[in-house]
């Protein structure tokens, strides 16, 4: 049950009210972070609602409308200001997966933290990432993933990078998975949330 009157609204596809919401809690200091979380939670059910057939495909993509125009206003304050680069990162959404919200709200804080990220956006195929890979010698990649169907897209892609015998980290990130799927696909690392993937940034790069 959601009691947060922010996540409600985007669960509700209410565009008004959640603008109003997020420019009301980043007036009175509400950390960008915290709005994005409830805006997560509140897509969440949207999911959920699609699941059990309450919501159909057109609301799904008012949902993610309405959340790419409150990170127009969120993005600069997630991101901030950075002189120089800690190194560089690179993130895709694996092969066959289209959804990028979270992937954008991870690429944006690496950002923030001050890393030099190579976004290659969505539905990446595996030679796409070991293209960028070489090309940055980027000591850690970030694949993110949403749809179940695509672990074995994930897995390919992997194991394309390991045979290709680049040295990088593979992180895998999103909000289904676990220790499990790492150990199935063969990644480095796992993170269901864009926080958690920063420390694992963090760590690398301090080695
Ligand atoms: C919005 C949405 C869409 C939008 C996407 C818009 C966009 N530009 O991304 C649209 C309408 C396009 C869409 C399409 C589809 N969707 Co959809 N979608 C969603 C929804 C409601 C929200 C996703 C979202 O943006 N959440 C908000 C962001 C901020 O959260 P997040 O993505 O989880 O990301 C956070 C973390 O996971 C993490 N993270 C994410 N990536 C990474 C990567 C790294 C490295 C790290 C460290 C962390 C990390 O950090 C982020 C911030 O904390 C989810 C429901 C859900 N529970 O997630 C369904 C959901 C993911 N979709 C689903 C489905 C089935 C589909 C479709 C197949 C529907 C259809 N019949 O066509 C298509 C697939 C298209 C494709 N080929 O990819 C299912 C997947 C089920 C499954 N088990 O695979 C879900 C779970 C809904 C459901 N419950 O049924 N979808």
């Known amino acids: 049950m959601l009691t947060d009157a922010l996540s409600i609204a985007i669960a509700e596809l209410e565009e008004e009210q959640v603008a109003g919401l997020v420019k009301e809690r980043l007036d009175s200091g509400v950390s960008p972070l ?27 993509i008012m949902c993610g409308e309405i959340m790419q125009d409150s990170m127009v206003i969120l993005e600069p304050l997630l991101i901030g200001s950075n002189a120089e680069y800690k190194g560089s990162i690179v993130m895709g959404t694996v092969k066959g997966d289209i959804h990028d919200l979270g992937k954008n709200i991870v690429v944006m804080l690496l950002k923030g933290s001050g890393y030099n990220v190579i976004d290659l956006g969505v539905d990446v195929s595996k030679e796409k990432f070991i293209e960028a890979i070489k090309a940055s010698n980027a000591p850690l990649v970030g694949m993110s993933v949403l749809l179940t169907g695509c672990q074995e897209s994930m897995k390919e892609t992997i194991e394309a990078i390991r045979a290709a015998g680049l040295n990088t980290k593979v992180l895998i990130g999103g909000n289904y998975i676990d220790d499990i799927i790492k150990d199935y696909v063969g990644a480095d690392y796992s993170a269901q949330a864009a926080t958690d993937g920063i420390k694992v940034a963090e760590e690398i790069f301090s080695l």
């Open 34 to 60: 915290e709005i994005v979380n409830s805006l997560q939670q509140g897509m969440a059910e949207a999911g959920s609602r699609f699941e059990t057939g309450e919501y159909f495909l057109g609301e799904l």
